[in-house]
Every structure is written in structure tokens, then in C-alpha cells.
């Protein structure tokens, strides 16, 4: 089934909100993934991208995102510490590029960042560009201005991380202290320097199937380059820590609905892996695994 839906996307057909998607909701979830992971195996290849990272600033975040230990409104005991030292962030990343990694990230909670943080992190990035060559540089620093992004490539940071989390609709019940279309702000800017994008979000946190269609079709129109998924892990003092886990075959559905409309995008699965079998293995490889 879905034969001709693929080759048709393969070619390069994108479906749209105007499209009838409901068989990426009701349809079956063996087809769905077959189905997936062909335009998956023409579009992207099996490649694989290896992606690490350091947490550069720990806790104390202003923002009250439910699902975040980072966050100052919950209690969930998370470490609190400063910008780390330059010189510990670059030694991270050359023991990644040692071990083969592709990308390094610096993560840092909060809104955004103070002028001090930024200008830190400039020149951590500035370092790692020159000591580092072999490894790709991703930032991830919160809701940044176009100047700031300017600043960033200019260090050698060739891709951006901010989560949309969630669909639009959605959005006002995990967070209010701010807003996704700042979020999306914060996205085009990036792109507008020349930035690529890895934009994702997490699923299990109440929203609804036609929410997650919603966060795909957003991700699909801001063309983004790289979508990570995250099942939700509940945290203990978050207000989400009671929810329940998603069954495997949510989270399977989810990447092969997410396969269908970002066709061309890395779809990964980030947290959440070790709530499937082999570490969700068959999210990548639903046939015989392949070399
Ligand atoms: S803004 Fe980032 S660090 Fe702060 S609570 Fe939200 S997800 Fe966590």
C-alpha cells in the first residue's frame, strides 16, 4: 500500500494541509513504516549523523516549559552552574571529533542569552573552529536575534537547534511564558543568515495525533533541514511527570508520519529511544537491519 503516494513524494511531490492525511493517523502502522522508510532510503540514504553535545549552562531558566528540568518553576533538583570554561567546552569537543563525531553542539538553558554568555560563546565556537576542523558546529542557545546569529556563523557554526516542541494549538498548554510564533522568529532568522536548521519536538506530553500532523506540516513549510522527535521521559517535579509513556508503535507512527511530509529533512529519534525495543532500531531499519 501507499505504493504509489511514495513514488510519487520520492519524485518530488510534498503533501500539504490541503491533502487527506488521515491513513498517517489510521493507516497501517507495518505499511506506514515500509512506506517511510523507502522515501527515507531515496531522499537521505543511510546515512547516519552522529550528533554530541555539551550543556554549557545548567539551570535557573526563566521559561516554565512543562517537560524541563532546566526550568526555575519546577523542582526537579537539575545541576545549576555558569558558562562553562572555554577551555573544558573545546577539549569536549576534540575528544568528539576523535571519536568519530559529526556534529558538536553547545546547549545552554534559558530564554536566550546574556551579553556575557554570548560573547563567551562566540569565542568558544571561535576556538573550536580552529582547533577542531573535522567536526561540524551546531549552537543551541534559546530564542538569539538575527545579529546574533550573524555573530555565530561567523565563529563557524554552520546549524541551529530550536525545538517548536509542539503544534501551535498545543503550545499555550506547555508553555506561556513564551510564544511558538517567537520561537518560528527566532528559526527564520537563523535561515536568514544562512543558517541550517534542526527543529523538532516532543511527543507524549497530552497532545493530540492531529497535533502532531500540525507540528509536521510546520516543520515542512520552514523547510527544515533536521527534525530530532523526542518521546517524553517524564520528570520527576515537572508538571508533565505523571503522564504516561507512549507505546512503541506511537513513537514508530510518529517518525513514519513525520517521514511522509519532511521527506527530504533527517528525521531522528532523540530522547525517548530507550522506551523501544533495541534502542529504536527499527525506527531507522523497520526491515532486516542494513549495513
Ligand atoms: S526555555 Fe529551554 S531551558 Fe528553559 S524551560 Fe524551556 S526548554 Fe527548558
Not at 53 to 75: D, L, Y
Not at 173 to 200: F, M, N, P, W
Request: proline share 3%; hydrophobic share 35%; charged share 30%.
Amino acid at each position: 500500500m501507499y505504493e504509489e503516494l511514495v513514488d510519487e513524494i520520492i519524485a518530488g511531490r510534498r503533501l500539504t494541509r490541503e491533502d487527506d492525511v488521515s491513513f498517517l493517523i489510521n493507516g497501517d502502522l507495518e505499511d506506514l513504516k515500509k512506506g517511510a522508510d523507502r522515501i527515507r532510503a531515496a531522499l537521505c540514504g543511510n546515512r547516519v549523523n552522529l550528533c554530541t553535545i555539551i550543556n554549557g549552562r545548567g539551570g535557573r531558566c526563566s521559561e516554565n516549559c512543562k517537560f524541563c528540568a532546566q526550568s526555575a518553576h519546577h523542582h526537579t533538583g537539575a545541576k545549576e552552574y555558569d558558562f562553562l570554561d572555554i577551555d573544558e567546552i573545546v577539549a569536549a569537543c576534540k575528544k568528539n571529533e576523535k571519536n568519530g563525531a559529526h556534529k558538536f553542539s553547545i546547549v545552554t538553558a534559558g530564554r536566550s542569552l546574556s551579553t556575557k554568555d554570548f560573547e563567551l560563546a562566540v569565542e568558544a565556537y571561535k576556538k573550536m573552529h580552529e582547533e577542531c576542523p573535522g567536526i561540524d558546529l551546531c549552537g543551541s542557545h534559546g530564542l538569539l536575534n538575527e545579529d546574533q546569529f550573524r555573530r555565530l556563523k561567523e565563529s563557524g557554526v554552520t546549524m541551529y537547534h530550536e525545538n517548536l516542541e509542539t503544534s501551535r494549538r498545543y503550545f499555550p498548554y506547555i508553555c506561556t511564558t513564551h510564544t511558538i510564533d517567537e520561537k518560528i522568529e527566532c528559526i527564520k532568522a537563523a535561515q536568514r543568515v544562512g543558517l541550517r536548521i534542526c527543529s523538532g519536538g516532543i511527543i507524549g506530553m497530552g497532545e493530540s495525533w492531529e497535533d502532531r500532523l500540525d507540528m509536521a506540516f510546520d516543520l515542512a513549510e520552514l523547510g527544515i533541514d533536521s527534525i530530532p522527535l523526542n518521546a517524553l521521559m517524564p520528570i520527576k517535579g515537572t508538571p508533565l511527570e505523571d503522564l504516561p509513556q507512549l507505546s512503541e508503535e506511537d513513537i514508530l507512527r510518529t517518525v513514519a508520519m513525520y517521514r511522509f511530509i519532511n521527506p527530504t529533512a533527517d528525521v531522528r529519534l532523540a530522547a525517548g529511544r530507550t522506551l523501544m525495543a533495541e534502542n529504536g532500531k527499527e525506527a531507522f531499519f523497520p526491515e532486516p537491519m542494513r549495513r
